[in-house]
């Protein structure tokens, strides 16, 4: 339901058939059904009236933190625009963290922060292993910053982009992979000197850089 309903097949405002047709549709019993309803309108896809019956929930009152819904959303997406929005809200908030870790963070964080720079310094020549540890990095610099709410946002809606063949691009080429690292290496050097506004400054450049390019890339591919 939550693919009929983010992919198109039920449009906003429009009715869900019946209980009876959706128990012959999924071959389910129609406590199921009712309950799967009601998870639905937990994360804001359908609006069920008594009396009135099921329709689907207009877009701006659907939970995109809800990984089913962000992953439908991104899935069935044929623009940018869900990516743009996952990259501006990461953006935001991990400046923000960046800004505040350059100030928490203790000399044992940085030390981390510093050895898995290193490491990642050596997988250099396997990106998809580089990927994995970067997001490691960031995560440790997220965890440097205290902020738990921000953190849980970022590790929820990240992962999932990275699984978007949009969002990853065409390809990973040598010279992004420098970029990147570079980028990497600019950020720690900030974060060490405790430079809250160049930390912050510097994690901007680096995640906006990044997607742009990756972006650039995807939509040449595809024609976009």
Known sequence: MVDKIVGGELLPESSLPTESALCEVFGVSRTVIREALKLLEAKGLVRVRQGQGTTVGPTEQWDLLDPLILDAAMRYADTFEILDDVVDVRVGLECQMTRRAAE????????????????????????????????????????????????????????????????????????????????????????????????????REHILGSWLERKSGAASVQGL
Do not use: C
């Open 104 to 203: 928490l963070m203790t000399d044992a964080q940085l030390r981390e922060l510093r050895d898995a720079l290193i490491a990642l310094e050596k997988l250099l020549d396997q990106p998809e292993k580089y990927q994995d540890a970067e997001g490691e990095y960031h995560d440790l610099i997220l965890r440097g910053s205290g902020n738990r709410l921000g953190r849980s946002i970022i590790r929820s809606i990240h992962p999932r982009a990275r699984t978007n063949f949009r969002y990853r691009g065409a390809g990973v080429s040598a010279d992004h992979m420098l970029m990147s690292h570079r980028g990497h290496v600019a950020i720690y050097e900030r974060l060490a000197a405790r430079d809250p506004d160049g930390a912050a400054e510097v994690m």
